[in-house]
């Protein structure tokens, strides 16, 4: 453990945080605004870039703006999930403020990923018994960091996707269900560790939140990319007329802005059925075809369902997805965290800013540049600016309706966007 560097985080979080003015509730203005974050181990550091452009463009318009002050729901499986906790748990110093910002969250892959990821054991292959990793070191980084805050302690609505292993099926932490199932509201540290603990790689996670035990492991068995689980619970919300997240007296529905990036995906090596028909069950293990046809499908599946429903919903334009398709085999490792590989994700990250947006092509699922779109970076600092006019806007709705003391309908009849 290193706690000179984490009292060194948390007191310069203090430095450039600023004052707060806390997100009002969309349903003063016209997006509910969504960030989704896959999981991916290690490779977590490639988002961490991208959110780090965001946040400083965001800064250019609002110079103490962090992602906590404008997304209404951030989501997170695995690496994400911790990326979201970090983003969004209070900050024990300056409780309106997260607990790191982007910049942090960056030193945090690359000051604590080789001791997460560091087996002494290097003799361990896959015939042995347990984990490759012990968990012990996330296990007390995760609970030194976030102590004992809880989920309905977070600064936005997140959702983080696990996998019971005992009850097999998904858990799903959110905010949201809450009310409904209050054994959620658990410790954001017990939260991350569960969500992080990938099947050979961590153990599984054990812990009871007051009567109800919890043996979870790693959220990409349920969701890797967790965006249809946010889109689902804001949906679910929408219809069930959250006043939060819904407009009163309105049968519309509040547009869904959705940014959602990925951990980098190395080019897929299929095989021909006519080799594959005489593989023995041995084979297919060992060549890591058929855990990697659920990993791909499942992956796939999942932008299909958002590129193809999403659009229905409203417009396409309100949906932006950066991943890295084509990673370097030798960086794809969850656990890779050697220095040089650390400099090499960082690398990608940064190139990926220049790359032109892509969109997958959700017929023969292959990517296909946006052109209208422009590279990565101008789609982020739109995107920033479509943030910062819709909390303008909100603010000022908000500040309306509570001038006029009238009902909030009434006031925003006729208004423009922005």
Known sequence: MAPFLFLFLLFSSQLVSGMNTKLPSPSYGNLITILS???GGIRGLIPAVLLNHLEKSLQAWDKSALLADYFDVIAGTSTGGLMTALLTAPNPQYPTRPLLNTTQVIQFYQNYGP???????????????????????????????????RLSETLTNVVIPTFDLKKLHPVIFSNFQLKEVPSFDAKLSD????????PTYLPPYYFKNGDTEFNLIDGGVAATNP??????????QQKEKNPYMTRKNSKENINILLLSIGCGTAEAVGVDA?????????????????TGAYDYGSKEMTEFYISTVFPGLQSSDYYLR????????????LDNATAVN???LEKVGYNLLNEPVLRKNVATFVPEEEEEWGTNAQALERLAEVLYREKKLRTKRKKSMEKMGRPFIKNVVGQTSY
């Open 37 to 39: 974050i896959d999981g």
């Open 115 to 149: 001791s997460i990821f560091n087996n002494e054991n290097s003799v361990w292959n896959n015939s042995f018994p347990g984990p490759k990793y012990d968990g012990k070191f996330l296990q007390n980084l995760a609970s030194e960091l976030l102590q004992n805050t």
């Open 191 to 198: 939260i991350c560790i569960g969500t992080s603990a990938a």
């Open 227 to 236: 965006a249809m689980a946010a889109l689902t619970e804001v949906i679910k």
């Open 274 to 290: 006519q080799v594959a028909e005489h593989f023995s069950a041995n084979q297919w293990a060992a060549t890591g075809l058929a």
């Open 322 to 333: 950066i991943q890295e398709y084509n990673l370097d085999p030798s960086m794809a490792g």
């Open 342 to 344: 650390l400099k090499n």
